[in-house]
């Protein structure tokens, strides 16, 4: 009981480490069709009950949030005329991908068992016609309300969601397949299977339209598109959890701020200049094109235009084993070159220049970056593998 106590919180601590804090989401109720898959109990049935209690919410990007909730779930099964009804306090830990308006949700669920009763019945059902058969009905009677305090479960579901006068309200049906036994008898196998039906009503106005969760959306996914480069990883994480206009508007805002060169002058020259260069990249590469020249839109937006660029044929450097292309595109500066010159095959080509060098490794018209001679910049490690070779 202690150890899963401990992890939970320990879970918890993590994911509030990890993820925004947790904000309650709404109440839930709910109805519970239970059963206790038990295969030496020849005799037993399904039951019903009930589901109570809150969700919150841990948004950590567009399509994902964690779903933790605190529950109050009835499980049992009838035993011939007898019933038994166990009591469970439900954590789940759910993952929610969010596709609106269905949304599809999966994770753990630790149940801590709180109360058990039952309602005992001597007689026999007609079914126990023999010794054997009786025997076993009167030893699993006497043992069923024998019960592990805690319990652990795998949860499945798909929910609707929509808005009622501006309150989000969520329909969920979901499926909960037990892990562990229940039964301290180990020799009576019982886990428990319910499938819930569950209404959720939110505990705050936050109607947005169709048509606005789609400017959020698009709005978001183009200024990651054009500014990620120059953002840190826990920049990246707040934009990513914003849902309106105008967080999102406030954030830019304050990104540029920051990045604010000569704050004491009007004008925004280092977004002045980034603006500039991206008019270079939408000049040189279309929306079809930017995924396969990312690496060369970073290098302009990172550095700015290169002063020359060359076609470089490599079948001479003793690289084109690994490569199914027939040149490389090299960048060149007219500026020192870094202190990335760890000796390699690029080494010779227009030295003490700074330069970046790319090409289509695979052939399917992908570049990456193979070389560059400024610090911080990720070099293949092939090319230090082939060494002086190449150009003999």
């Known amino acids: 009981m202690k150890k899963i106590v401990v992890f939970i919180l320990l879970m ?62 009835q499980k049992g099964f009838s035993f011939h005329k007898s019933k038994i009804v166990i009591e469970y306090l439900e954590l789940p830990v759910l993952l929610k991908y969010k596709t609106r308006p269905f949304n599809i949700l999966a994770g753990p669920v630790f149940d801590l068992r709180t109360h058990t009763s039952s309602m005992k019945s001597s007689e026999l059902p007609m079914e126990c016609n023999t010794l054997e058969l009786r025997s076993d009905y009167y030893n699993t009677l006497e043992s069923i309300t024998d019960y592990n305090n805690k319990n652990i479960c795998l949860a499945a579901g798909i929910e609707f969601s929509g808005f009622i006068n501006s309150r989000k309200f969520n329909i969920e049906i979901r499926y909960n397949k037990g892990l562990t036994n229940i039964a301290k008898n180990k020799n009576i196998k019982q886990f428990t299977n319910s499938v819930s039906f569950i209404f959720q009503m939110g505990v705050k106005a936050e109607y947005k339209p169709d048509a606005e969760i789609d400017r959020v959306d698009i709005l978001k996914q183009s200024l990651l598109k054009r500014t990620r480069f120059i953002m840190t990883s826990k920049q990246v994480r707040q934009l990513k959890k914003l849902n309106t206009i105008s967080g999102i508007n406030s954030f830019i805002d304050k990104f540029w701020q920051e990045k604010d060169t000569s704050p004491d002058t009007p004008a925004n020259e280092f977004k002045k200049e ?12 279309n929306e079809n094109k930017w995924d396969n020249n990312k690496e060369k839109i970073r290098v302009l937006l990172l550095y700015g235009a290169p002063d020359e660029i060359y076609r470089y044929p490599i079948a001479e450097m003793g690289i084109n084993d690994w490569m199914k292309t027939k040149s490389l595109d090299i ?62």
């Open 274 to 285: 980034y603006f500039s260069r991206m008019q270079i990249v939408d000049s040189l590469f």
């Open 12 to 73: 918890f601590l993590t994911c509030n480490h990890l993820f925004s804090k947790p904000e309650l989401n709404g109440f839930k109720l709910g109805y519970n069709y239970n059963q206790i898959k038990a295969p030496n109990m020849p005799f037993h049935d399904s039951n019903h009950g009930f589901i109570l209690g809150m969700s919150f919410i841990m948004p950590f990007h567009s399509r994902f949030d964690l779903q933790p909730e605190v529950l109050f779930a």
């Open 331 to 392: 960048w060149l500066y007219y500026k020192a070159s870094g202190n990335n010159i760890v000796p390699n095959i690029f080494t010779h080509l227009y030295p003490n220049q700074m330069k970046f060098i790319f090409a289509d490794i695979t052939g399917l018209g992908t570049y990456s970056l193979l070389f560059s001679t400024e610090e911080g910049e990720a070099v293949d490690p092939r090319l230090y593998q082939i060494g002086d070779q190449g150009r003999q």
